[in-house]
């Protein structure tokens, strides 16, 4: 008999799709939600309730830029109420010290801001927004200033990898106790710009050395998370600490999922949490029982001593590369598909063609 899985870790909420800015890499689906399919105000609220009473620890309040909705303070002043632990993880475009100030005094313990790059020209037309790096540097200021835990997130790819030297100073001249430097993930947007960002070996060995050379200088002062892209990884990461093993998410209009990218997958009946309890959803809906554990897994998963470290890589990656999400991740250099992965890595050294932007209505909606 299967044991029954430890309650959710964490829980990010998709208050909204909306955002000012267009990034090539968006980790939004390609089908945008619009504003008025979003979930009501007492329906995230009943999620809050759900989620602290079934044991979940941490919230994230993520989008699209979750400071689109007006009732962000609300929510967050709900969660600190329950105990959960309370992150933003926004663009920062729409902070300032009025909005700032809302949210710390609804109990907000952490900000994450995205910076496209690290200078104003090269991150302006990453996002398409013009002034949008200013914006960032004001607002991660007066983050500092206000006292909250900072994390700044830097997405990292072909056009602006050469400058993570620059992005690593930025964290420092902030004093953020920590900072990511994310090369992109190639689902949905990030997929479909895969040859204008997928940087090239050299240039990520570069970056690899460094990140770890960095690391070590600042061990004790400030942490470096580093995501490399699967392309050019020999073992899958564990995404998401497995399916359905340590988070929910919630799309804007109220789906659950086992992880952001999941609703690219055919064949699945998301729940709505307008109409599943939480706990329904966690622990006895189809859709998070398919895939969790090791009970789904085929050769050479199902045999390998790491099945229970990466849980058999992304299924979302799998599906996107060879239309069956059951297989092995092709990041995997034991996986049949994984010259997939070389062959796409090749296109790299090619001139990067033109971004499709993240739009709403640019794709499927
Ligand atoms: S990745 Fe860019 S477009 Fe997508 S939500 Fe974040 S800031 Fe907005
Ligand atoms: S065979 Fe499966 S479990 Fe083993 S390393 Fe590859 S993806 Fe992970």
């Known amino acids: 008999m299967?044991?029954?899985?430890?309650?959710p870790m964490s829980l990010l909420l998709e208050l909204t799709h909306r955002c000012p800015l267009q990034c090539p890499y968006c980790s939004n689906p390609l089908k945008l939600e619009r504003a008025?399919?979003?979930?009501?105000?007492?329906?995230?609220l009943s999620v809050l309730d759900q989620a602290a009473a079934l044991g979940v620890l941490q919230v994230h309040f993520s989008g699209g830029e979750p400071m689109a909705r007006a009732d962000l303070p609300d929510l967050v002043r709900h969660a600190a109420k329950l105990g959960l632990y309370t992150n933003l993880i926004t663009s920062a475009v729409l902070l300032n010290e009025r909005t700032l100030g809302a949210l710390a005094e609804s109990g907000l313990d952490h900000v994450q801001i995205s910076f496209q790059g690290s200078d104003a020209a090269g991150a302006d037309r990453i996002g398409n927004y013009a002034g949008g790096h200013a914006k960032k540097l004001a607002a991660a200021a007066l983050v500092r200033a206000s006292g909250l835990a900072l994390t700044l997130n830097f997405v990292v790819h072909r056009h602006n990898i050469a400058r993570v030297p620059d992005m690593i100073a930025m964290g420092e001249a902030f004093g953020?106790?920590?900072i990511e430097i994310a090369n992109v993930q190639y689902y949905g947007w990030g997929l479909l710009n895969r040859a204008a960002l997928l940087p090239t070996r050299a240039a990520l060995d570069e970056c690899t050395d460094t990140v770890l050379s960095a690391r070590a200088r600042l061990?004790?002062?400030?942490?470096?998370?580093y995501v490399v892209p699967d392309y050019y990884a020999a073992e899958p990461k564990g995404c998401m600490g497995g399916w359905a093993r340590r988070f929910i998410n919630i799309s804007p209009a109220g789906r659950a999922l086992p992880c952001h990218a999941a609703e690219t997958l055919p064949g699945f009946?998301?729940?709505?949490?307008?109409?599943?309890?939480?706990?329904?959803?966690?622990?006895?809906?189809?859709?998070?029982?398919?895939?969790?554990?090791?009970?789904?897994?085929?050769?050479?998963?199902?045999?390998?001593?790491?099945?229970?470290?990466?849980?058999?890589?992304?299924?979302?990656?799998a599906f996107a590369l060879t239309g069956d999400a059951s297989r092995t991740d092709p990041a995997c250099h034991l996986s049949p598909d994984h010259a997939m992965m070389a062959e796409a890595a090749q296109a790299a050294s090619a001139p990067a063609p033109p971004f499709a932007y993240r739009r709403i209505g640019q794709r499927g909606v």
Do not use: N
């Not at 299967?2 to 309650?7: G, I, N, Y």
């Not at 061990?219 to 998370?225: E, H, S, T, V, Y």
């Open 2 to 7: 299967v044991a029954p899985p430890d309650p």
């Open 36 to 44: 008025a399919d979003e979930l009501s105000t007492a329906d995230w």
């Open 176 to 178: 953020a106790g920590r």
């Open 219 to 225: 061990r004790g002062r400030m942490l470096i998370d």
């Open 269 to 317: 009946d998301w729940p709505d949490v307008r109409t599943h309890s939480l706990a329904d959803i966690w622990y006895a809906s189809e859709p998070f029982v398919r895939y969790r554990g090791t009970g789904w897994m085929p050769e050479p998963c199902r045999s390998c001593d790491r099945r229970e470290q990466d849980w058999g890589g992304c299924r979302c990656q």
